[in-house]
């Protein structure tokens, strides 16, 4: 069966540092992958895509990488603040319709 | 401030009422979505429209009606709802996948209406 998996465990970070998210894809061979920011009771934000012909894009303090060979992707901010807390979740599409299905998503709690 | 603008933000209906909840955006999407989120859960599609047809159904029970009227609007009909159907209802939009040349890929989710069915 398909599955998006991202650390369940919450990450603690101190303030400056960089943390880094995973997410891991199994039976899948998405066209895009995305993340997206989800603070309590509200609806996600679109952060960044990233494309399967794409290793690697940048964004601000924000970069994603994309192996399709190991069925990954790492999200790092870097300079990691407080502000950054919330919870993050990766997204897969494929490259026919309009679906778009998250993973677990992942809480990072950033210390100051 | 979302783009997506969903009414209203909570509902409270007992398990025989029935209600609606809306959603509208004007950026000119042709792809609209509803998702439902669960505490602690990631968002889980329920329907997607595609140039105001239903292209996706994610097996919802027949008690979730979805209606697209027209290009900006998107609701969802409540009907004989269960305890367990409360939760976080999202609608997004964005361009369309198999349309659109520059498929940025991005939803913008509306802010959720909050359900609990008693």
């Known amino acids: 069966s398909q599955k998006i998996e991202q650390n369940s465990e919450a990450l603690n970070i101190q303030e400056g540092k960089t943390a880094t998210l995973t997410c891991n894809y199994t039976n899948y061979s998405p066209a895009y992958l995305q993340w997206y920011r989800q603070d309590p009771g509200r609806g996600p934000v679109f952060l960044l895509l990233?494309?399967?012909?794409?290793k690697e894009k940048r964004k601000e303090r924000l970069k994603v990488t994309f192996d399709t060979t190991l069925k990954q992707s790492l999200f790092h901010i870097t300079a990691s603040q407080p502000a950054d807390s919330a919870t993050y979740l990766c997204?897969?599409?494929?490259?026919?319709?309009?679906?778009?299905?998250f993973g677990g998503g992942t809480r990072v709690l950033v210390k100051p | 401030d979302t783009e997506v603008t969903q009414t209203p933000k909570h509902l409270v209906m007992g398990m025989t009422n029935k209600k609606s909840l809306k959603c509208e955006q004007h950026?000119?999407?042709?792809?609209m979505y509803w998702y439902k989120q669960k505490a602690k859960k990631p968002p889980e599609l329920m329907f997607v429209?595609?140039?105001?047809?239903?292209?996706i159904n994610e097996s919802v029970p027949s008690r979730f009606s979805p209606e697209c009227p027209n290009s900006s609007l998107l609701n969802l009909h409540l009907h004989a709802l269960q305890p367990e159907d409360s939760a976080l209802y999202l609608c997004?939009?964005?361009?369309?996948?198999?349309?659109?040349?520059?498929?940025?890929?991005?939803?913008?989710f509306g802010e959720g209406s909050r359900l609990t069915v008693l």
């Open positions: 429209y595609s140039y105001e047809k239903l292209s």
């Open positions: 990233i494309r399967e012909n794409e």
């Open positions: 997004a939009s964005s361009q369309d996948l198999s349309t659109s040349g520059t498929y940025t890929g991005e939803l913008f």
């Open positions: 997204a897969l599409v494929r490259a026919a319709g309009n679906k778009l299905t």
């Open positions: 950026m000119g999407h042709r792809a």
